[in-house]
């Protein structure tokens, strides 16, 4: 039986996708959404999961619901 686990690669290239889509940079985002930028983009890299604290922190700062953001990462899962 395969470890069911969420791919952190998926996760951070669907926030770097908002991101961009928004026209932020990563230094905006992360102060916007009180994160520390090197944090921020070790999520995008997929090196980090964030938090649901976190995940909210951006979803605010990035003026998108969370559930946004999950719905793009389950179809982005899908895909896979």
Same mark, same amino acid.
């Given at each position: 039986?395969?470890?069911? *686990?969420?791919?952190?690669?998926?996760?951070?290239?669907?926030?770097?996708?908002?991101?961009? *889509? #928004?026209?932020?940079?990563?230094?905006?985002?992360?102060?916007?959404? &009180?994160?520390?930028?090197?944090?921020? %983009?070790?999520?995008?890299?997929?090196?980090? #999961?964030? $938090?649901?604290? $976190?995940?909210?922190?951006?979803?605010?700062?990035? &003026?998108?619901?969370? %559930? $946004?953001?999950?719905?793009?990462?389950?179809?982005?899962?899908? #895909? *896979?």
């Amino acid at each position: 039986m395969s470890e069911m *686990q969420l791919n952190p690669i998926v996760v951070g290239s669907v926030i770097a996708k908002f991101r961009i *889509q #928004k026209g932020i940079t990563q230094e905006v985002l992360s102060g916007l959404a &009180d994160i520390g930028r090197t944090h921020l %983009s070790a999520i995008e890299r997929g090196e980090r #999961k964030p $938090t649901l604290e $976190t995940l909210y922190r951006i979803s605010l700062a990035l &003026d998108i619901k969370m %559930s $946004t953001i999950i719905t793009e990462i389950e179809k982005e899962i899908e #895909k *896979q």
